[in-house]
């Protein structure tokens, strides 16, 4: 391995051939160099890593490669995996991407990142019925861990299965933070005098029997909570509780009580609605 590293090394540094390789190359539109072109982020464990290879010719003109021209190659699997001569980030760290194209060789430093801890994001509270505006109705996440989290890609639906919305690129829970989704923030705005951070979703919560959904971006559940018994096409489960709780006057919030998800009605209770607090 330490060899692989010390050859992978000395062609990365061998990229800009001799001059007495290529006699012609005042006068031929010679390849000096390649480059790799990957975007300037972290990656999730998981990510496609959309790097491409370009050709620096001796006049000044760049061209891409086409990927079966080049070999990509890393300098650890674990980390950036090369499947079908792409490079994918495989798992959390730092590794070397190599192209090798002809006698060039060049390297880029990949970061790939874990992927967020979704079990410390829950819903916190749900104001399905609120005291004046039928839509001022609201729906707050948690993040219940001391990082924050990006929640991209998570999405919120209810029970009924007519309403779902998908977290923006860039949506992030600060560190024991909560963030707001308002049904219409107009109307959320009417009742609490503030804009929530988040735009209106449209999803319309019924008052007697509801379910809401919080799910990870590949679709599997987050958390769940089920108001009033649950949607009749998404009723409670047994062991979630003896009797239809929790179960919030009009005016009222559906709020947790407990940091630690036991996927019980008790785990909830009833408050004076609290956005953002
Ligand atoms: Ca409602
Ligand atoms: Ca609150």
Avoid at 15 to 23: D, F, K
Avoid at 48 to 56: E, G, K, W, Y
Avoid at 207 to 228: A, C, Q
């Amino acid at each position: 391995m330490r060899f692989a590293i010390a050859v992978m090394f000395t062609l990365c540094t061998c990229a800009y051939p001799a001059p007495s390789n290529y006699p012609n190359d005042t006068s031929v539109n010679a390849i000096t160099g390649i480059e790799i072109i990957v975007p300037s982020r972290e990656f999730a464990v998981g990510d496609d890593i959309p790097a491409t290879c370009v050709a620096l010719y001796a006049d000044g003109i760049r061209k891409t490669l086409s990927n079966d021209a080049v070999q990509w190659e890393s300098s650890d699997q674990q980390v950036c995996a090369i499947v079908e001569n792409k490079p994918r980030a495989a798992g959390k760290g730092r590794a070397l991407l190599y192209a090798h194209y002809e006698s060039f060789s060049e390297a880029k430093s990949i970061s790939v990142i874990a992927p967020p801890d979704y079990s410390k994001i829950l819903i916190g509270e749900v104001y399905y019925d609120p005291a004046q505006l039928a839509d001022a109705e609201f729906i707050e996440v948690w993040n219940t861990s001391d990082e924050d989290i990006d929640i991209r890609g998570c999405s919120i639906s209810e029970g009924g299965g007519l309403y779902s919305w998908t977290f923006p690129a860039d949506t992030i829970i600060s560190a024991y933070g909560k963030i707001v989704l308002p049904r219409n923030s107009e109307s959320f705005f009417q009742e609490f005098k503030f804009y929530p951070e988040l735009p209106s979703s449209n999803i319309t919560l019924g008052n007697s029997g509801e379910t809401v959904i919080l799910k990870k971006p590949d679709g599997s559940i987050i958390d769940i909570v089920f108001l009033e018994g649950g949607d009749v096409k998404y009723p409670q489960p047994i062991g979630w509780c003896a009797s239809n709780l929790p179960n919030a006057p009009k005016g009222y919030s559906a709020t947790r009580v407990a940091l630690q998800n036991s996927s019980t009605c008790a785990d909830w209770d009833v408050r004076q609605p609290t956005p953002g607090e």
